[in-house]
């Protein structure tokens, strides 16, 4: 099964900072990866597939890349609506696995 | 608009069966694969199951292999999850998926709570 693992845990910043979170896969899984995010309560949403495609309505300070087994999101102007658990998928072969997520807070 | 409506969720003793299902609206079901997450409580989310877009095909992760069965219904738009031989560790919320641009989990319902308790 392909492991995907997810750095940091958690991370704290400030409206405005420039984020970036990583993914990694135990094997190769191309560019079939997606970003998630999860607000508390809430169910998830798609913010980014096949690693670098941002989804329709998903501002464009969200940025994905990678391909591989290195991949990463990128949130290049942190807004107080951001703060949520980020979560990578990998769909390259069954069983499709989630990262352990990234939480993301505000000081 | 893109619409997933799950239910069928509740409480349920170890052993016992349950099943969930997932009304679909806003676009043309037949068309799609679909799949069901779940998320146990303060955990993170975790793949059950897919199904093709004619229910030719389909996939389990394998904690669920032989006790879960994914299936549709092209003509009344609706998804199912039947769980049979439920385990406390299935205690879970179970979200409806679609895709979108040939990948996964693009849409999501509002989630069905499952507690496996006695």
């Known amino acids: 099964n392909t492991v995907m693992t997810q750095s940091p845990t958690s991370m704290f910043t400030s409206v405005g900072d420039r984020v970036t979170m990583s993914c990694k896969a135990s094997?190769?899984?191309?560019?079939?990866v997606g970003w998630y995010q999860q607000k508390t309560g809430q169910s998830p949403k798609r913010l980014i597939y096949?690693?670098?495609n941002r989804d329709t309505g998903v501002p464009d300070r969200f940025t994905g890349s990678g391909s591989g087994t290195d991949f990463t999101l990128t949130i290049s102007n942190m807004q107080a609506e951001d703060p949520a658990i980020y979560y990578c998928?990998?769909?390259?072969?069954?069983?499709?696995?989630f990262g352990g997520g990234t939480k993301l807070e505000l000081k | 608009e893109v619409q997933l409506v799950e239910s069928g969720g509740g409480l349920v003793q170890p052993g016992r069966s349950m099943k969930l299902s997932c009304a679909a609206s806003?676009?043309?079901?037949?068309?799609?694969?679909m799949a069901w997450v779940r998320q146990a409580p303060t955990k993170g989310l975790e793949w059950v199951a897919t199904?093709?877009?004619?229910?030719?095909?389909?996939y389990y992760r394998d904690s669920v292999k032989g006790r879960f069965t994914i299936s549709r219904d092209n003509a009344k738009s609706t998804l199912y999850l039947q769980m049979n031989s439920l385990r406390s560790e299935d205690t879970a919320t179970y979200y409806c998926?679609?895709?979108?641009?040939?990948?996964?989990?693009?849409?999501w319902g509002q989630g069905t709570l499952v507690t496996v308790s006695s």
């Open positions: 998926t679609r895709g979108a641009n040939w990948s996964p989990f693009a849409y």
């Open positions: 806003g676009f043309t079901f037949s068309n799609y694969g």
């Open positions: 199904i093709s877009y004619d229910g030719s095909s389909t």
């Open positions: 094997q190769n899984v191309g560019i079939n």
């Open positions: 096949w690693a670098s």
């Open positions: 998928l990998q769909h390259n072969s069954y069983p499709w696995t």
